[in-house]
């Protein structure tokens, strides 16, 4: 942490000095914005990221160990945010701010280093290995930040992104790939990464000759990198759901007011509560839905002013919010006055 503390500081002093923009136009065919997949990539050779003095970091989280050697390494990254990526390479400390916006077509890259349309030889050379059926995360709007004979980092998008987020819960993340090629039997390895001060570090490492996998006992409402490696090495980044919340109760009623009370799940990871007030008639139809969100430090709630007779239920869900990603817990249900 300190030592990223240090190139920060060393960014901030020389940030100012050539601030550009550009924008690059993406062909959309038909708008289907929803099949394109934004992504960095990188490849090292020689342990080049094995280096001390050479790190990727995505915002704050240093991406070094996501890598296989010799292998293309891609990570997804989500649209409409402002995502910052630095390169350490030895003394020298480059940082961008990517912001993609699959909408307006454009992509917005600030820095100092001009990005370049063009590989080089050498990453020429390293992208013809692939097999043709292997997919380049980054191969349309390819846009590259850094090239060497040994390492390249690099910008783009595909519409064929081969793996896909299936299901979660708060304990499990359930990934599928595309098989490439289509039912070879071999199997191939699976590797998840979790955050952890400031840098991802290897939590498993399994192979399966599945299509699919299940990582389990995971925790709740955390950041998990999950990757799948065949020719290259492909990652999704994702959370998984919070836990319920615990003890929502009723701790008193009088008529015309009522108190509600609650506590955190076991593990305390959450970012916010989301209460439902459900307002009933005679019938037992829900007439009404309120929703209020109480901030994670938040553990009492008073309804005040209720009608005579009026009749009331609730719900109760942890959310988990990370980046773009929001998730709910399942609804914990409390009959309240009905
Ligand atoms: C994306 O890249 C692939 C592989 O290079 C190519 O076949 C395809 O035409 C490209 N699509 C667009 C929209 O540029
Ligand atoms: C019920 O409690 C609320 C809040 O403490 C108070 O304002 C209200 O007057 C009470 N109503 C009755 C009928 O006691
Ligand atoms: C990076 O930080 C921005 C701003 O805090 C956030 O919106 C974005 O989702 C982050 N990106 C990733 C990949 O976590």
């Given at each position: 942490?300190?030592?990223f503390?240090?190139?920060?500081?060393?960014?901030?002093s020389?940030e100012?000095?050539?601030i550009?923009f550009?924008?690059?136009?993406?062909t959309?065919?038909?708008?289907?914005?929803h099949?394109m997949s934004?992504?960095?990539?990188w490849?090292?050779t020689?342990?080049?990221?094995e280096?001390?003095d050479?790190?990727?970091w995505l915002?704050?989280t240093a991406l070094?160990?996501?890598?296989?050697?010799g292998k293309?390494?891609?990570?997804?990254?989500p649209?409409?945010?402002e995502?910052?990526?630095t390169?350490?390479?030895?003394?020298?400390?480059?940082?961008w701010t990517?912001?993609i916006s699959?909408?307006?077509r454009?992509?917005?890259?600030?820095?100092r280093q001009?990005?370049?349309?063009k590989?080089?030889?050498?990453t020429?050379g390293?992208?013809?290995?692939?097999s043709p059926?292997e997919?380049?995360a980054c191969?349309n709007?390819t846009l590259?930040?850094?090239?060497?004979?040994h390492?390249?980092?690099?910008i783009g998008h595909?519409?064929?992104?081969?793996i896909?987020?299936?299901?979660r819960?708060p304990s499990?993340l359930?990934v599928?790939w595309?098989?490439?090629?289509?039912?070879?039997?071999?199997?191939?390895?699976v590797n998840l990464y979790h955050?952890?001060?400031?840098?991802?570090?290897?939590?498993?490492m399994?192979?399966?000759?599945?299509n699919?996998?299940?990582?389990?006992?995971?925790e709740?409402?955390s950041?998990?990198v999950a990757?799948?490696?065949?020719?290259?090495?492909t990652c999704l980044?994702?959370?998984?759901d919070p836990d319920?919340?615990r003890?929502f109760k009723?701790?008193l009623f009088?008529?015309?007011?009522?108190?509600l009370?609650?506590d955190?799940?076991g593990?305390n990871?959450?970012?916010s509560f989301l209460l439902?007030?459900?307002?009933?008639d005679g019938?037992?139809?829900?007439t009404?839905?309120?929703l209020?969100l109480?901030?994670?430090?938040?553990?009492?709630?008073?309804l005040l002013?209720?009608?005579?007779?009026g009749?009331?239920?609730?719900?109760?869900?942890?959310?988990?919010q990370?980046?773009?990603?929001?998730?709910y817990s399942k609804?914990v249900?409390?009959?309240?006055?009905s």
């Open positions: 942490m300190l030592f503390a240090g190139i920060t500081q060393k960014m901030n020389l100012f000095s050539f550009f550009i924008l690059v136009p993406h959309i065919m038909f708008g289907r914005c099949d934004f992504s960095i990539c490849m090292d020689n342990h080049v990221l280096r001390q050479v790190n990727v915002n704050d070094g160990n996501i890598r296989k050697e293309v390494t891609s990570l997804m990254v649209p409409g945010v995502n910052k990526l390169l350490q390479y030895g003394d020298n400390v480059e940082a990517l912001r699959p909408r307006t454009f992509t917005e890259i600030r820095g001009k990005p370049q349309e590989p080089t030889s050498a020429k390293f992208l013809e290995i692939l059926t997919v380049f191969e709007s590259f930040l850094y090239q060497d004979d390492f390249f980092l690099a595909t519409m064929r992104f081969p896909q987020l299936e299901s819960s499990m359930l599928s595309v098989e490439n090629p289509p039912s070879s039997s071999s199997s191939l390895t955050s952890e001060l400031g840098s991802y570090k290897t939590l498993s399994d192979t399966t000759t599945d699919h996998y299940r990582f389990t006992a995971l709740s409402c950041n998990y990757c799948v490696e065949t020719q290259t090495l980044s994702t959370i998984t319920t919340p003890d009723v701790t009088n008529g015309s007011s009522m108190s009370a609650w955190c799940p593990n990871k959450l970012s439902t007030t459900f307002h009933l019938l037992n139809h829900v009404e839905e309120v209020s109480h901030n994670k430090n938040d553990f009492v709630f008073m002013n209720l009608q005579p007779c009749r009331v239920r609730f719900g109760f869900q942890t959310v988990c990370k980046g773009i990603e929001s998730r609804m249900l409390n009959d309240g006055n």
